[in-house]
C-alpha cells in the first residue's frame, strides 16, 4: 500500500543536496531544545511545500510549541497542513479539517455536507414550532451541514484516499489508519525515513470513524500529537451514520487527547522516551484541542469561541424524539432524532463523558453497531446494548457513536418547562476527575464542554 517516493520529488531536493555537500546526515541531527542555541544549520533556508498533486492530501509531519490552557507552552509534534519549523510562533501541528469527495476531489474545508447550509453559531434552526408539542420544535431533516475539527478528513465512501506524508523530522516516522483496511486491520506508510515523502493510497473504509497515528514507539509518538481522525460518510446518506443506521440533524466530532510535559521535553531534547521506564503523567486534557475557558467557548478571542461554538459545543432546540426509530418525523423532510457525536479517545487515559440535562443513546463502539435487543456482556465485562446512558466510557483508542436527543429534559416539569424563557445550558464533563484539571491541580482546566437546549424562539410560541 505504501509507496516510499525518491527524494527527487521533493520541492526542497536542493536542499538535500547541500545537506549531502556540506557531509550532514539528516538523521543524526539532534533535536532542538528550547533554551539552547539553533543546530539545525542543514535546514536552512527554510523547506518549501510539496508540489500540489490533483486528489492528493498533503500532510506535513513537523514540531512546534503549543500553548497549554495555563500559557505553558509544550513541545508537540503533528501531522500539518503545511510545512512549519520548530521556532515557528504558529506551528501547523493540526491538519485544517478536509473533505475528500466521491468524485475524486481534495477540498478543503471544515463543513459537510458540501453546499449545505450552515447552522448559525453551529446551532441548526429548526423549521417550525412543534403544534402537537408545546415550548418543542419540528426539526430539519436532511439539511444543515455539519462542522469539523481540526485534525479531521471526512471522506466519501467509494473515494480513494491519498495520503502524502512529508517527514521533516530527525527520526523516522509513520502514518498508519487504524482499522481502515479491507480485512479490518491496519493501513501504513511503514517507516518514513527524515526528510523522506511517503504516499499512503487506499479505498476509502466502510462509513465510521477511524483514527490515525503514529504508532512508533506507542503510544509516545501519539501523545506528541501525531494523530487524526477519519470520518467516512456515505455520499448517498450524508445524514445518517450509515445506510439504515441512525439518522441525525447534524453530528460533532469530539477527539480527546492528553499531554504529557515531561515526554515532551525529552523528546524535546534528543531522547527517546520509554514508556515503560518513564511512565506517563499527563497534565493536560484536551477536547478538539482546547481545554478549560477554552474549550468552553468563554475567552477573550471572539474567533475561538465562535469556532468552538460551531464545532464542539452541542445546540439546538427541543423537539419530539422517538428513539425507536430515529429517522422521519411525522411529516415528510423531518427528523425524529438528535445530534450526533463521535467520541474519539486519542489519548492515553480512561475517559467517562458524563452529560447532564439529557441522557444519551449510544448506537455503536468502533464501527460496531450495537444490537438494540439482547445485548450481551463483552470480552471486557461491558454491556453490549443500545440503551439510554448518562457516562459513556471511553478508552483509548475507542470511538463511540452517541446520538444526544436535545429533547425536554424528563424533570422538568410543566410549570417550569412552560416558563423558559432562555436558554438552558448543561455541562459534559469527564467523571475521571484528573482530566478535569490541568497543569496537575488547575480546576476545571481540563476536559470540558456543555450542550445547549435553546429557549424559545420569539414569535414561533405554539
Ligand atoms: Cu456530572
Redesign the pocket.
Known amino acids: 500500500m505504501a509507496e516510499q517516493l525518491p527524494p527527487e520529488i521533493l520541492a526542497r531536493s536542493d536542499l538535500l543536496k547541500l545537506g549531502a555537500a556540506a557531509g550532514l546526515g539528516f538523521a543524526a541531527l539532534p533535536l532542538v531544545q528550547p533554551s539552547a542555541p539553533r543546530s539545525r544549520v542543514a535546514r536552512m533556508p527554510i523547506p518549501l511545500a510539496l508540489a500540489p498533486l490533483p486528489g492528493v492530501l498533503d500532510l506535513y509531519i513537523n514540531e512546534g510549541y503549543l500553548k497549554m490552557v495555563d500559557d505553558t507552552l509544550v513541545y508537540h509534534r503533528g501531522f500539518g497542513s503545511r510545512p512549519t519549523d520548530i521556532d515557528d510562533p504558529t506551528p501547523s501541528l493540526r491538519l485544517d479539517p478536509t473533505v475528500i469527495t466521491v468524485a475524486g476531489d481534495v477540498v478543503p474545508g471544515r463543513s459537510y455536507p458540501l453546499g449545505a447550509p450552515l447552522p448559525p453559531r453551529g446551532t441548526p434552526t429548526p423549521l417550525r414550532a412543534d403544534s402537537a408539542n408545546p415550548g418543542q420544535y419540528v426539526i430539519h431533516r436532511n439539511y444543515w451541514a455539519s462542522y469539523f475539527p481540526q485534525r479531521t478528513i471526512v471522506a466519501e465512501l467509494g473515494s480513494t484516499v491519498r495520503l502524502r506524508v512529508q517527514n521533516r523530522l530527525g527520526k523516522p516516522h509513520t502514518l498508519t489508519v487504524h482499522g481502515a483496511g479491507a480485512d479490518g486491520g491496519d493501513l501504513t506508510t511503514g517507516s518514513i525515513a527524515p526528510d523522506s515523502v511517503a504516499l499512503l493510497e487506499f479505498d476509502c473504509p466502510k462509513p465510521g470513524t477511524y483514527i490515525f497515528t503514529d504508532p512508533t514507539n506507542a503510544p509516545v509518538e501519539r501523545v506528541l500529537g501525531l494523530f487524526g481522525v477519519l470520518v467516512v460518510m456515505d455520499p448517498e446518506c450524508q445524514w445518517d451514520i450509515a445506510k439504515d443506521r441512525a439518522s441525525f440533524e447534524r453530528q460533532w466530532v469530539w477527539i480527546c487527547h492528553t499531554v504529557e510535559p515531561r515526554w515532551a521535553s525529552m523528546e524535546a531534547a534528543g531522547q527517546t522516551v520509554d514508556p515503560l521506564q518513564t511512565r506517563a503523567v499527563p497534565r493536560y486534557f484536551t477536547l478538539n484541542g482546547r481545554s478549560g475557558f477554552e474549550s468552553l467557548g468563554v475567552t477573550f478571542d471572539d474567533g475561538i469561541n465562535l469556532a468552538t461554538e460551531e464545532e464542539t459545543l452541542i445546540s439546538g432546540y427541543p423537539r419530539q424524539l422517538d428513539v425507536r426509530q430515529f429517522g422521519e418525523g411525522t411529516e415528510l423532510g423531518t427528523l425524529r432524532g438528535g445530534q450526533l457525536v463521535r467520541l474519539v479517545n486519542a489519548g492515553i487515559v480512561l475517559h467517562q463523558m ?1 452529560f ?1 440535562g439529557n441522557h444519551i443513546w449510544t448506537v455503536r463502539r468502533n464501527n460496531v453497531d450495537w444490537p438494540r435487543r439482547e445485548g450481551f456482556v463483552g470480552d471486557d465485562g461491558h454491556v453490549v446494548l443500545q440503551q439510554w446512558e448518562d457516562v459513556v466510557e471511553l478508552e483509548p483508542m475507542d470511538r463511540k457513536d452517541i446520538i444526544i436527543p436535545i429533547k425536554r429534559p424528563p424533570d422538568a416539569i410543566d410549570p417550569v418547562w412552560f416558563a423558559r424563557t432562555t436558554d438552558w445550558v448543561y ?1 459534559m ?1 469527564c ?1 475521571a476527575e484528573p482530566s478535569q484539571t490541568a497543569a496537575g491541580g488547575m480546576y476545571p482546566g481540563g476536559l470540558v464542554a456543555h450542550w445547549t437546549l435553546k429557549g424559545p424562539v420569539p414569535g414561533a410560541a405554539p
Do not use: D, K
Request: glycine share 0%; charged share 0%; net charge neutral.
Open positions: 458524563h447532564h455541562p464533563h467523571h
